[in-house]
């Protein structure tokens, strides 16, 4: 929650700073993070309590340890695709080099001294992967359908010289997930923690903040559609997903293979975003004809307009429009009304127009990119 006020406070002051005027005055960012995966979290723990997915406490910490400092490299990997394999492996690791005899594929004589070292088998990583795989599921819908709502640029400038505007795409929000958990692990510490029992187990509740995000940089393409090719992406990593578990039913090692190939593939996922940038050229540069839209204020006359990030402003109230100053002359020429020639990023020419503010003829809601 402190991370996520920082870097709204960051974003404000550097908006404030670099175009005279906050594009989003609101702290979205916190908005998002408190209610983005509060449905999912809601639909998630129902499913997962009815269905019986119990996740250890030591998977737990673990996952905790991992989530705080993926943090340290901002919102790049702090997706379940890295910190729930991640905590897996450790957590095999672990095992390992504490002798456990817990995974149906390590030797049966070995033992470790982890706090639920009989929990901590192949039900566990498959149980770890179904939630997952829900997680996964959830967060392709979700940055598909919102990551691209909220552009604010950044200032680069070419070899040559030129100020080209380049857009940070970092979703982040947290999603609680009400978790079984084996054992008396809580009643230990806290003997007023609610323990439900089933047969001879003991089990009880937990909450879990599930910590999800991505962080990638958009400058070469149209936003909407980059989006929608990493969403494709990790469609397939969701797809290697469901193999694993399906191939651990016959290959004892699926599970473990499955979250390398998840980690692997994420990473591959940024890199191939980052090579579809570098072969294309430079969208939100400065415009030989008209002036650049690199910023849309949210309930102004732009937004009425349609207005979008990347489009180009050719004509404003039938006068041709070449720098920053013959945009404002040309809206001055009418204070309540606002006529516009726009050239979208393909090229497109269209016309819009709405009213404007009576008392703000200059502010119709436009960031552009000044040559």
């Known amino acids: 929650m402190v991370f996520t006020i920082w870097t709204s406070y960051r974003r404000i002051n550097h908006e404030r ?15 998002n993070y408190l209610l983005l995966g509060l449905l ?7 499913l ?24 340290i490299f901002g919102y790049r990997f702090i997706h379940p695709l890295f910190t729930f394999s991640i905590s897996s492996l450790l957590l095999i690791g672990l095992s390992f080099m504490l002798n456990s005899s817990d995974f149906s594929f390590m ?15 192949k039900p566990l990583l498959m149980n770890v992967f179904i939630i997952l795989i829900f997680l996964l599921a959830t967060s392709i819908f979700t940055i598909k359908r919102t990551a691209d709502r909220h552009l604010s640029a950044r200032f680069l400038k070419t070899k040559r010289g030129k100020k080209i505007a380049k857009y940070p795409i970092k979703p982040f929000w947290v999603l609680p997930l009400l978790l079984v958990v084996p054992g008396e692990s809580f009643h230990a510490f806290f003997s ?4 439900f029992s089933i047969g001879n187990e003991q089990y ?22 980059a989006v929608s090719k990493i969403a494709k992406d990790l469609m397939i990593l969701l797809g290697i997903a469901l193999i694993s578990v399906i191939s ?9 293979a499955g979250f390398v190939l998840l980690i692997v593939g994420g990473l591959i996922t940024l890199d191939r975003h980052r090579k579809r940038e570098k072969q294309w050229s430079v969208l939100f540069g400065p415009a030989e004809n008209g002036i650049k839209i690199i910023g849309i204020r949210p309930d102004t006359p732009a937004e009425k307009m349609n207005l979008m990030v990347g489009d180009t402003i050719i004509e404003c109230n039938n006068l041709t429009i070449e720098t920053e100053t013959d945009f404002y002359q040309a809206l001055s020429k009418n204070s309540v009304y606002c006529h516009l020639k726009v050239s979208g990023v393909d090229g497109e020419l269209r016309l819009t127009e709405t009213a404007i503010y009576a008392d703000s003829p200059h502010e119709i809601g436009v960031v552009i990119l000044t040559k």
């Open 17 to 31: 700073s670099n175009h005279r005027v906050a594009i989003y005055n609101t702290l979205y960012e916190i908005k």
């Open 40 to 46: 999912f979290g809601v639909v998630g723990s129902i």
């Open 48 to 71: 997962l309590t009815i269905i019986g997915v119990p996740v250890t406490m030591d998977w737990i910490i673990i996952y905790q340890i991992v989530a705080i400092v993926s943090l």
């Open 107 to 121: 030797p049966s004589t070995w033992y470790h001294p982890l706090s639920q070292a009989e929990f901590n088998g």
């Open 192 to 195: 007023w923690w609610p323990v």
């Open 204 to 225: 009880s509740f937990f909450w879990l903040p599930v910590l999800m995000g991505l962080q990638f940089t958009v400058q070469s393409q149209i936003p909407k559609e």
């Open 248 to 256: 651990s039913f016959w290959v004892p090692y699926a599970l473990v």
